[in-house]
């Protein structure tokens, strides 16, 4: 899949996916490769980043499995900028279902 694809609807993917639950990184990573493949180095900058910015606040757990994870929450503030990413990904990407059905006849598939 295109790099710049990925990089564009990453945020999003992330913050979405924290919507219902409070997730931490590897699990977030996990998550989306089901979808498409992203490295596990991508995730991490962009969380610092979002936390940063009032999206996310973070706690520690303990984990079964090794040591504590640190799980993100969607804060008001993110699920609000979420939102806002969500609806202006539905307009784009109808707008370019639109342009692809246009320019490329049946014939053409």
Known sequence: MNVQFKKGVLEMCVLVLTAKKDRYGYELV???????????GTVYPLLRRLTQEGYFSTYLAESTEGPPRKYYRLTARGREYMNQLVAEWSTFSTGVDQIILEGISDDQR
């Open 30 to 40: 996990n998550k989306i490769s089901e979808k498409f493949l992203i490295a596990e």
